[in-house]
C-alpha cells in the first residue's frame, strides 16, 4: 500500500496502482451522486465535476501527494453534493439558485433581445441552434428557451409542423419497439427474463442458426426476433 501514501519517487507499478484505485474510487463517486451529474451538466454539476477532476488527477500525476487527502476531499464533496440536491429539492430559493428556470428567447416568433443578453449567447450562435432543429426563420417559432443543461428548446408554430396521421384521422399500427436480445454474441438474460422465454425458446425462433454463430439479434414487442449479424466462417 506505499503506492497510496506520497513518495518521493513511485515505480511503474506504483503509478499503475495509483490509476486503477483512482479510476475506481471515481467510479463509486459519480455512482454515488447518481445519473444526473453525467446526464447534463448544470450550474452545481459543472462545478462539482470540475473540481473533482482536479482533486483526483494531481495524486495521480505527483508522486508527492498522497491518495488519501483527495478521497477524503471528494467524499466530502459528493456528500456536500447529495446534500445540495436535497436540499433544493426542499427550499425553493436554492432550487432557483441551483437549477434556475429557463429563459425565454422567442415567443411567438419575436426574438427578446434582453434575455438573449441575459443567458449570454450570441445572435449566430441562436440561429445555429435553430438550424439544428431545422428552423430557418425565427418568425415560426412559436416558443424556444434556453435551458439550464445548455440546450436550446425549439417549439414550431402549428402551421408549420408536419402533418401527422392523427391529424388525418388515419389509423396506425401499435408502437413496436425492438430490443437487441443477442449483443456481441452474448444472450441479454434480463431481457429474456422480462418476456418470459428461455433459451430454447431463442434458439427455435433463430433456426437454422445457432446461438454460437449470432452476433446481434434482436426482439419486437410481438416477439418476433430478426438476426443481424452471424459470424462468418474463418477462411483457411
Request: no cysteine; proline share 6%; hydrophobic share 45%.
Amino acid at each position: 500500500m506505499d503506492f497510496f501514501k506520497s513518495q518521493e519517487s513511485l515505480s511503474a507499478t506504483g503509478w499503475i496502482l495509483r490509476s486503477i484505485v483512482g479510476f475506481i474510487f471515481l467510479l463509486i463517486s459519480a455512482k454515488m451522486m447518481g445519473q444526473r451529474s453525467i446526464s447534463q451538466l448544470r450550474f452545481l454539476d459543472f462545478i462539482i465535476a470540475l473540481t473533482l477532476g482536479n482533486i483526483i488527477a494531481h495524486p495521480l500525476s505527483d508522486e508527492h501527494l498522497g491518495l488519501k487527502g483527495s478521497m477524503i476531499t471528494t467524499v466530502s464533496l459528493v456528500i456536500l453534493y447529495i446534500s445540495a440536491i436535497w436540499l433544493s429539492l426542499k427550499i425553493p430559493f436554492l432550487k432557483q439558485f441551483f437549477d434556475p428556470p429557463a429563459v425565454t428567447l422567442i415567443q411567438d416568433g419575436k426574438l427578446n433581445y434582453r434575455n438573449l443578453s441575459k443567458a449570454k449567447l450570441p445572435i449566430e450562435f441562436l440561429y445555429a441552434e435553430l438550424r439544428k432543429s431545422n428552423v430557418e426563420d425565427i418568425s415560426k417559432v412559436a416558443f424556444a428557451a434556453w435551458e439550464p443543461g445548455g440546450t436550446l428548446s425549439v417549439f414550431v408554430n402549428s402551421a408549420y409542423q408536419p402533418v401527422t396521421p392523427s391529424d388525418l384521422k388515419l389509423s396506425t399500427q401499435p408502437f413496436n419497439l425492438t430490443k437487441p436480445i443477442i449483443s456481441d454474441g452474448h444472450i441479454e438474460h434480463a431481457l429474456m427474463r422480462e418476456i418470459g422465454k428461455d433459451r430454447a425458446w431463442l434458439e427455435n425462433e433463430i433456426k437454422p442458426l445457432e446461438l454460437s454463430k449470432v452476433i446481434l439479434a434482436t426482439v419486437d414487442s410481438k416477439l418476433t426476433v430478426q438476426v443481424h449479424e452471424v459470424r462468418k466462417p474463418k477462411t483457411p
